[in-house]
Nanobody, 129 residues
Framework: DVQLQASGGGLVQAGGSLRLSCATSGFTFDDHVIGWFRQAPGKEREGVSYISNSDGRTYYTDSVKGRFTISSDNAKNTVYLQMNNLKPEDTAVYYC??????????????????????WGQGTQVTVSS
């Protein structure tokens, strides 16, 4: 049974930090890309970052570059999203998802959301000003 469990959200002041975790099970972790997404109220879900567990390649959307860092612990089948210098506009429900469409990673571009096969439940991140 493939599962992704996101956790680590919370309420933080602007400039603060949070670390999200995405614990996975039921599939070959090393063969997949794990992505983080977020959806703010009234807005479409957007891709934030992803990591290829086979080679560690990463991608970040422009708005989080230099502030967010994605990493993976292959022994624990868990992906982390360290979020620093948080801004009110980072407020959203954050989701993690998995895809085995790894061929696009070498292009350094965003992986289309519909290529992700399995999604976890969201975790709320609220940044107060």
């Amino acid at each position: 049974d493939v599962q992704l469990q996101a956790s680590g959200g919370g309420l933080v002041q602007a400039g603060g930090s949070l670390r999200l975790s995405c614990a996975t099970s039921g599939f070959t972790f090393d063969d997949h890309v794990i992505g983080w997404f977020r959806q703010a109220p009234g807005k479409e879900r957007e891709g934030v970052s992803y990591i290829s567990n086979s080679d560690g390649r990463t991608y970040y959307t422009d708005s989080v570059k230099g502030r967010f860092t994605i990493s993976s612990d292959n022994a624990k089948n868990t992906v982390y999203l360290q979020m620093n210098n948080l801004k009110p506009e980072d407020t959203a429900v954050y989701y993690c998802a998995a895809t085995d469409h790894t061929g696009i990673v070498s292009l350094g571009i965003e992986i289309p959301q519909h290529w992700y096969d399995t999604w976890g439940q969201g975790t709320q991140v609220t940044v107060s000003s």
